[in-house]
Each structure stands twice: as C-alpha cells, then as structure tokens.
C-alpha cells in the first residue's frame, strides 16, 4: 500500500479545506476594515464608543480561529494515521511505555527498529511535536468558550516559545530575556498551519525513504 499517496491526499484536502472555509470570514474582516457593503460607516466616528462592526469582525475573527484548531486536528490525525499504518504494515510497535505518547511510541519503534534517525531527518522533532501539543491543548483546554486557548503547562515548559503562539499575546508576555515569563495563547493560522503541513510531508517523506533500508 502507497501510505504516502494517500497522507499527500488527506495533506492536500486539508490545504483545500482551509482555504475554501476561511475564505468568507477573511472577506468579512476585510470589508469592514475597508469599509466597504454592507458594512459602510452609518455613524460619524465620534457618535460611537468604538467599531461599529466590532461584533461582526469578533465572530469572523473567533470562526477563523475555530476552524484553524480544527485543520490542525485534522493534520495531527493524518500524521497519526501514516504513521500508525507504516509501523504496523512492518511489525507494530510493540507495547508502550507508562506516560508515553502515540507519537514518542512509534518514533521509538522506527529509531530501534530501522535506519531512522533524527539527526538526518530534514524536520525536527520539536517541528514535528508542536503539532501534537497544540492540537492536545486545543483539545482539552478547560476555559468556557475559548478559541485560542493557553498553552498547558508542559507544553510551556518544553518550548515557552511555540510555534502555534499568538504574536501579539507573546511580544505582551516577553520577559527581559526576550522569551513570555507566562504560558501564551495558541493560534492556528494560515502561515503556521501550510508551514507544518509542509513539515508532516518532509517528515513522512524522509521517514518512506528510510524503508528501502529495513
């Protein structure tokens, strides 16, 4: 079986996905930023306490947000899939260890097992990591009705630093050493979404090139 023609499909589907579901929330914002109908200024700026579209561009803004923790759900998925598939077509990973992880799990399988190492894998771990914590944060965070959720604990403290960070919440949080003192908020965009789906495909691809070697 081609597991990596079908993780380039379910790859590809989530890149159509998004960009077709994002496109009427990004319309919505940039006609209001612009100011262009149906959301023409009807108020003169100083008889409003602020944007008289605030509502409007906060739900395009949250759905943008929404739908981005759910393609990043649909990549951890796809990368779990390939994965599970791979290790199982050649053996299965045998029993896991107390606490660990699907991912560490079957990493640990393809670094006993085969050719695969990390230090010549054109992605690197963290890279690869971010995914699955994220998509765990997003998944179990506990705060009523949050769309971009804080980090949890570990996550922070592994990489204070993460690849999925609000900008703006993280440029406010930098300490004197240039790195958030506080778990930051998470957000799944455009840019950092395609980035680690590009990351899922070298990382896969790398670990397909490894089997010609088991």
């Known amino acids: 079986m081609d597991y990596l023609a079908i ?7 989530i ?3 998004y960009n077709t579901a994002a496109e009427p929330f990004e319309t919505t914002i940039r006609k209001i930023e612009t100011e262009e109908e149906p959301f023409v200024l009807q108020q003169a700026p100083e008889d409003s306490d602020g944007s008289e579209y605030q509502a409007e561009w906060s739900e395009a803004y949250e759905g943008l947000a929404v739908l981005g923790s759910c393609s ?3 990549l951890e998925k796809a990368l779990h899939d390939y994965l599970r598939e791979l ?4 053996g299965g990973p045998g029993p896991k260890k107390p606490g660990e992880s699907w991912f560490d799990h079957h990493c640990r399988f393809l670094e006993d097992e085969t ?18 914590l994220t ?12 769309t971009w959720p804080l980090q949890m604990e570990h996550h922070f403290r592994k990489n204070p630093v993460p690849a999925f960070a609000d ?4 440029e406010a949080l930098k300490g004197a050493e ?33 089997r010609t070697t088991w």
């Open 115 to 132: 050719g695969f190492r990390w230090a010549n894998s054109p992605v690197s771990r963290g890279q690869i990591e971010e995914i699955n």
């Open 72 to 74: 990043l759900g649909l």
């Open 7 to 13: 993780l380039e499909d379910h790859l590809l589907f």
């Open 87 to 90: 290790v199982g077509a050649e």
């Open 178 to 210: 240039g790195k958030p003192e506080f778990p930051v908020a998470l957000r799944v965009t455009r840019e950092n979404l395609i980035t680690h789906i590009e990351y899922v495909r070298q990382f896969c691809t790398f670990v397909e090139g490894r």
């Open 135 to 146: 998509r765990n944060t997003f998944v179990h965070d506990e705060m009523l009705g949050s």
């Open 15 to 17: 890149e159509r996905f």
């Open 167 to 170: 900008r703006l919440h993280l």
